[in-house]
C-alpha cells in the first residue's frame, strides 16, 4: 500500500512537467481495496480494472517499469506507449486489462471466469468498477449472466461516493448497495474500505465461494478519493463535496490504520518504516528515470495496430 501511495504522489508531483500526457486517475486513498482484494488471488487469478487502474495493476503485480514508461508513452510500456494510464495490463501476473469505458470492465471478467471454468481450473476472475458502474445496463447483464452460470466471479464495488462530481445520492435511490445483489440471487458483503483487514476478510470469503463453484459474489468496499477525479490536483475547492468531508476520509487514512495495526502488534517500528521508505523510494526513483529515458515508439510504427 505504501508502494502504491509513493508511485502516484511521484506521478502526481511530476505531472505538471508535462511529460505524462495522458490523463491520470489516481487511487490515493484507496490502496486498501486493491491491496486487499490482489492479496487474497493467486497470481493465475484474472484481474480487470477501469479507468482508475494504477493501484489494482500494481497490487496484482504488474510490472512498475511497464506501467511508468506506459504512462510516459513509452515503447518499453505495456501497451507500447498507445495506451497510456488507463489500459494497464500484465499477462506475467493475470491482470488481464484495464479500459475506461465505465463498466465494461465487468462483462470481460465474466468471459474471463467462464474461461477460467472451460479450462477446468478453479481460478476466479475479479473485477474493479466504481459506483458510477452502477449506472450502467451492463453492470446488470454481468450480474445475471455470473450469477445464473455459478461463474467464479469477484465484483468488486469501490464505492468512492462519487461519479466524477455526482454524489451517490443525486443518482441512487437510499438503499444499500449490497442489495442490488438480491435481484440476481447472488451473494455480497459490505465492508470497510479502508480497514486492510476487513477487506482481506471479506474477499477470502468470496474467493472460496468462486473456487468451490458456489458462484460470484458482489463485494462492496467503501473508500475515498483524496485527489480530483482526474489528475493531481485537490478539487475540494469546486463545490461538489466539502472540505470536511474530505478531511474526515483523510484522517482514517488506510495506509496509516494499517501501519498504526502493524506497530501496535509490534511488526513496524520507526527504523524499519524509514527503512521501507527508503527501498521503495529508490524503486520509484529508478522506474521514473527508466520511463523518462526510454525511447518513444518509432515514427514508422505510428500505423501498427490501426485497423480498418
Ligand atoms: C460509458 C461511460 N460513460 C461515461 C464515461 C465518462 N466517465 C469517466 S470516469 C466516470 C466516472 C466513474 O465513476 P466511478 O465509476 O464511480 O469511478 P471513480 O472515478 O469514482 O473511481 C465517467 C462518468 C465513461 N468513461 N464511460
Ligand atoms: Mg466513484
Redesign the pocket.
Known sequence: MLRIRLIEEAIAERYAEQEMRCPV?LSIGQEAVAVGVCAELRRTDKVVS???CHAHYLAKGGDLKAMMAEIYGKAAGCCGGRGGSMHLFDDDVGMLLSL????SCMPIAVGAALALRQEGTDGVAATF?????IE?GVFHESMNFAALHRLPVLFVL?N?L???YTGLADRQPDRPLADLAKAHAMAAETADGNDLEAVRAATARAVARGRAGEGPTLLVFDTY?WRE?CGPNYDNDIGYRTEAEFQGWKAGCPVERTAAALRAAGLLDEALEAALRRELGAEVAEAFDFARNAPFPAADSVKDHVYG
Not at 475506461?100 to 463498466?103: D, E, G, R, T, W
Open positions: 486517475h477501469t479507468h482508475r475506461p469505458i465505465v463498466a468498477f466504481g459506483d458510477g458502474s450502467e469501490e468512492n462519487y461519479s466524477c478519493r477525479h
